[in-house]
């Protein structure tokens, strides 16, 4: 092997290590299998979302993960290996991973991290089962504006009785 396709290996591997330290959220994949059609609709989902996704070699991720300080991972990169890697939304990759998963049977998602710690594949479903974002702000503003919603129709009760009497 010449010095410079190992130097550019070398820089691969800090490129991914970046990544994988950079990530909210990492999900692995074995896209094997899928037809044209079925990964450039995968691919553009992700892309929509933010989620960058490539195929790499097994030993590049393997040697970036231990460079980001993601031991444990090593036994997820076996066989054809896609990454999905995710900056902002943690969830955004294991949602739209799983739910393609379901349609397309040749998708097996292998494990992953979630902000800086390895996670195992039922890990990965779970988060993909939570709510967006968007859908756990709604729910936490919901959850705060219920004490007030509850004042306003307690006092809205007091003044009809009030009148009522009057």
């Known amino acids: 092997m010449s010095q410079a396709s190992i130097a550019k290996k070398a820089e691969l591997v800090e490129v991914v290590a970046e990544k994988m330290k950079a990530a909210a959220s990492i999900v692995v994949v074995d896209a094997r299998g899928l037809t044209v059609d079925q990964d450039t609709v995968l691919r553009r989902n992700l892309r929509e979302s933010g989620v960058e996704y490539k195929v790499i070699k097994n030993s590049i991720l393997r040697r970036a993960a231990e460079k980001a300080g993601l031991e444990g991972m090593e036994n997820v990169f076996v066989g054809p290996t896609a990454v999905a890697f995710s900056n902002e939304d943690v969830i955004a990759p294991a949602k739209i991973l799983n739910d393609f998963s379901k349609t397309a049977e040749a998708l097996e998602i292998k494990g992953g991290a979630i902000e800086g710690a390895v996670a195992s594949k039922e890990e990965i479903v779970a988060l993909a089962t939570l709510p967006n974002r968007e859908g756990l702000l709604s729910m936490l503003l919901s959850v705060l504006q219920a004490p007030v919603r509850?004042?306003?129709?307690?006092?809205?009760?007091?003044?009809?009785?009030?009148?009522?009497?009057?």
């Open 150 to 166: 509850n004042v306003a129709y307690a006092v809205k009760a007091v003044a009809e009785s009030k009148e009522g009497a009057a």
